[in-house]
């Protein structure tokens, strides 16, 4: 497989291994340390950690919802030497039953700027950036 299918297929791996629990999975994925700016959404300052400390954040996170989905498109894979960026857009919902009337949808859109690096391994995410557009929440 070429580098451009390798990271074309590295990042919805990622992010599916997310939405699914499979930490293992994605901790495989990261670099040591990883760097992650969603300061756009949390007003948090960027970090890096690594991939096992990032996993036990996103699981905390996560799992006050009952599901959640990344869907991403209009992906652009820019590689320069051992290097590589891939931009997308994405949008996520985060959903939680409540009681017998259905649940609350929460979907937040924006883009990804995710940064990769070659290893003996093959290409790892060393980092991401998210921007956001907008966030809604209602009943589902």
């Known amino acids: 497989m070429d580098d451009?299918?390798?990271i074309m297929n590295l990042v919805p791996r990622f992010l599916m291994g997310?939405?699914?629990g499979n930490w293992?999975?994605?901790r495989t994925l990261m670099t040591d340390p990883f760097r992650a700016d969603f300061s756009a959404l949390t007003g948090e300052p960027a970090t890096s950690a690594t991939p096992g400390e990032f996993?036990?954040?996103?699981r905390k996170i996560l799992s006050s919802y009952d599901a959640s989905q990344?869907?991403?498109?209009?992906?652009?894979v820019d590689i320069d030497g051992e290097n590589a960026?891939?931009?997308?857009?994405?949008?996520?919902?985060?959903?939680r039953v409540n009681g017998t009337e259905g649940g609350t949808l929460e979907s937040i859109v924006g883009?990804?700027?995710?940064?990769l690096v070659r290893t003996g391994d093959g290409?790892?995410?060393s980092g991401v950036v998210f921007s956001i557009s907008f966030q809604t929440s209602g009943s589902a």
Do not use: M
């Not at 960026?85 to 959903?95: A, K, L």
């Open 4 to 6: 451009y299918a390798q």
């Open 18 to 20: 997310v939405d699914h």
């Open 24 to 26: 293992d999975a994605v």
């Open 55 to 58: 996993t036990r954040q996103w």
């Open 70 to 76: 990344h869907q991403i498109g209009n992906q652009i």
């Open 85 to 95: 960026e891939f931009n997308c857009y994405v949008t996520t919902s985060h959903f």
């Open 111 to 115: 883009s990804y700027r995710f940064s």
């Open 123 to 125: 290409w790892k995410l």
